[in-house]
Each structure stands twice: as C-alpha cells, then as structure tokens.
C-alpha cells in the first residue's frame, strides 16, 4: 500500500526580520503564500527507512536521514511506537534550495503520507506540532493557502485571500544557505536597533481584497539585502524582471530563486519570456496563488 501527498512551494509576499535571538534565531512576521509549484512524495511499506527523489536538481536533494521528509518519518513513529519502514519518494517539481521551501514541503508531505498509510489518526494540532519542530517552513507547507507566521515562523494564523495571484519565479544558478543569509543580516544590521518585526495592515488588506496593485505596492523582504550582498548578480534578474512589466520584483524568502507579481496570466507569460531571454538566471518557472497545502491525492 502508497500513499501520496501532493504539497506547494510557497513564496514570501513579506519577511519582516527582527534582531538575533539568545537561540540564534530570529523573530520574523512571515507572510507566506502558497503557490501551484508542487512536489509529490509517495510513501510505501517498506523493509527499511529510504529516500529517493527524481525530477529537476534531483542530485541536490539528500537522500539519507538528514532529508526533511526521513526526519518526518522518523519522529512520527517514535512518538506512535513504530518502526519508520518506509520507502519515501519524492517527485521533485519545487526549486532546490531556491527559498521555495522544497524541503519544507518534502517533510510536511512525507508527514502526512506517514499519518494515512500507518493510520495513526494524529490530530492537525499534533502534526502542525511535529512540523514546527522540523522546521520553521514546515507548517506552513502543511497548511497552505496564506498565513501570517511569528516566531521563526512556525506560529500560523491563517489568512484570507480574496483573488489569485500571478507570480514569474527566475532560477539562479546556484544556491544560497540560509544560515549564511541570517548571518550576513546580522553583520549587515551590526550597530543597528532593529524593530520587532509586524506585518503590513496594508498588505494584509490587499490579499483579503485580492487587489494586485496594492499588494505590489507593499511586498517586502528584509533578507534581500543580504541575499544581494552574498548574491550581487541577482540585482541583474530582478531589474530584467522590472524592465518586462513585473509590478513588484523580490527575492523570495532567503533566495536565490526571484520572485516577480504580474498583473495577470497573460503577462505573467510575457515576464516569463523576458527573463529567459536575459541570460540573468538558469531557469523560469510561472504559478499562482494562493492553493491548498499539503493534500492526500
């Protein structure tokens, strides 16, 4: 017996960073939006925990414990008393290590397929629990649609959306760690008072009216600096993206993958033509949003 889920990438339509904490971390109001780039994971009985994946960057992705969605198997039998027998596959569609939350979505995915095929009947308040504790993305892949995290992020509120948006993502060609984006954050803020992080009231009101205007008006990222200090080259995609019509061009999450807010479909394509034309980034990828999270297909 298989079970697969099917969950999002997701794009950051705010990160509001605030200073280093005494664990390292850092508060954040995440502002996250889920969006139709989507990975598959099928778990299947097995004699022994294994992880394979296929699909773009496959040879990227761990394969041993230390992948998102083994870790998700594995904590999930323990606190049911399980073996975590398994055979995980991922069908990989979401960008590696792009700021998409690839990972994040792997473990919410492979947590859910866990849950259905050992029938473990865990409550959502106990997976959301288990995500928050593999990581600070990894509830939000699991809930979808729009939310508003605090704390690393981990800490949803579920936001209303009141139309589809349309975003053009332009593939860098190559990686950047997060952990080294946070740190460049700190030495770029050193000497600074940084404000506690809140979210935008007018961003909030342009997803719930589904006004793209407005919303193009007030996305945010306090991460792109430090991902274009580490990254100098992403400047030439987003202004590529800019110069074709996109309303509002950032870096999504921790990068390096950019994210660009078209008026529409139509134009979304447009934007998507420009910046393969531009020769500024390695691949490009068009989706909506906001859609589901995590889902037993």
Aim: glycine share 12%.
């Amino acid at each position: 017996m298989s079970v697969t889920v099917r969950v999002p990438a997701k794009v950051n339509v705010q990160l509001a960073v605030g200073a280093a904490r005494p664990d390292g971390y850092h508060d954040l109001a995440n502002v996250f939006l889920a969006v139709g780039l989507h990975d598959e994971v099928t778990v299947t009985a097995a004699e022994e925990l294994r992880v394979t994946c296929a699909g773009p960057d496959a040879g990227q992705v761990p394969l041993d414990r230390t992948n998102l969605a083994a870790r998700a198997a594995l904590v999930l039998a323990e606190r049911y008393g399980r073996d975590a027998d398994v055979h995980i596959h991922i069908a990989k569609d979401i960008p590696v290590a792009g700021g998409m939350a690839g990972g994040s979505a792997d473990g919410a995915g492979a947590l859910l397929a866990c849950d259905a095929l050992w029938g473990t009947g865990a409550s959502r308040g106990e997976l959301l629990d288990i995500c928050a504790e593999l990581g600070s993305d990894v509830p939000f892949s699991l809930v979808g649609g729009a939310a508003l995290g605090i704390g690393r992020g981990e800490r949803l509120t579920e936001l209303e959306v009141g139309g589809s948006f349309h975003w053009v993502f332009a593939m860098a060609a190559r990686g950047l760690s997060t952990p080294a984006v946070f740190r460049e954050f700190d030495r770029l803020a050193e000497g600074r008072d940084i404000p506690v992080p809140v979210a935008s009231r007018e961003l909030l009101d342009a997803l719930a009216k589904g006004d793209v205007d407005a919303l193009a008006a007030t996305v945010s990222n306090d991460l792109q600096p430090a991902a274009l200090s580490l990254f100098p080259e992403l400047a030439d995609t987003l202004a590529a993206g800019r110069a074709a019509g996109a309303l509002a061009s950032l870096v999504s999450g921790s990068g390096p993958t950019t994210a660009f807010l078209a008026p529409d479909a139509g134009a979304a394509e447009a934007i998507a033509g420009a910046l393969r034309a531009s020769g500024t980034c390695r691949t490009v990828r068009t989706a909506a949003g906001p859609v589901p999270g995590a889902t037993v297909v």
